[in-house]
């Protein structure tokens, strides 16, 4: 079965540089969410969106901004990267309304030099 | 605020052995409860909710509302659960819902 995809799976960038995840939902999922895990460090959640459409916003600083496409792609973007923002971006998708089951891609683990 | 907490960074047990992670938390509406599993080079997954009121992989976990807490148990641990356990709680406001994790914890299960 399909599972969410992300992409690069890995990325290292340079500090003041930017950066572009990219998570596909599983097929007829309309909700994403983004998380960052930073080592040793539980998921912290980012932000959501619901049918293309910002949902929730969680501790997402103010250098990043993400959207969702009309393909219900999302795209995570990251500006002026700082070496704290080296961590494990993960993308997770659901259905409406069933925030507890989420289905989780692999992970973007982006290293800031 | 709401708030998930799982007090073992790592727990190790040998198999055979019964195993209890702990999980509490902190929530002023109804909880609802989920424990994730992420298996070594695998994706986090969902492994059970307190509403199912399931079995999963010998696992079972009771939502105690006057302990606030939502320990994952399981009786004889195998080799096979050796992983990272996350304690999940769901968070509802202003219509839209997220998950709050606790920080996780570590099981190995030695031979």
């Known amino acids: 079965a399909a599972g969410v995809i992300q992409s690069p799976r890995h990325l290292i960038k340079e500090k003041r540089e930017t950066a572009t995840l990219k998570c596909y939902p599983i097929p007829r999922h309309d909700t994403v969410y983004w998380y960052q895990q930073g080592p040793g460090q539980d998921p912290q959640f980012l932000i959501s969106f619901y049918e293309k459409m910002q949902s929730d916003k969680g501790s997402i600083p103010d250098r990043f901004s993400a959207q969702q496409f009309s393909d219900y792609h999302s795209e995570l973007n990251m500006s002026s990267l700082e070496l704290g923002d080296s961590a494990l971006y993960f993308c997770a998708s659901s259905l409406e309304g069933y925030a507890g089951e989420l289905f989780f891609g692999e992970g973007s683990r982006l290293t800031v030099l | 605020a709401q708030r998930v907490t799982q007090p073992e960074k790592l727990l190790s047990v040998f198999k055979g052995a019964p195993v209890e992670l702990k999980c509490n938390y902190s929530y002023s509406g109804s909880p609802e409860l989920f424990w994730y599993v992420q298996y070594s080079r695998q994706r986090l997954q969902l492994l059970l909710r307190h509403i199912s009121r399931e079995s999963i992989k010998g696992f079972t976990a009771d939502l105690n509302k006057g302990e606030t807490s939502f320990h994952l148990k399981k009786p004889f641990a195998q080799e096979e659960d050796s992983a990272m356990y996350y304690c999940?709680?769901?968070?509802?406001?202003?219509?839209?819902?997220?998950?709050?994790f606790g920080k996780g914890t570590k099981l190995t299960v030695n031979p």
């Open positions: 999940a709680l769901k968070d509802v406001q202003g219509g839209s819902e997220k998950l709050v």
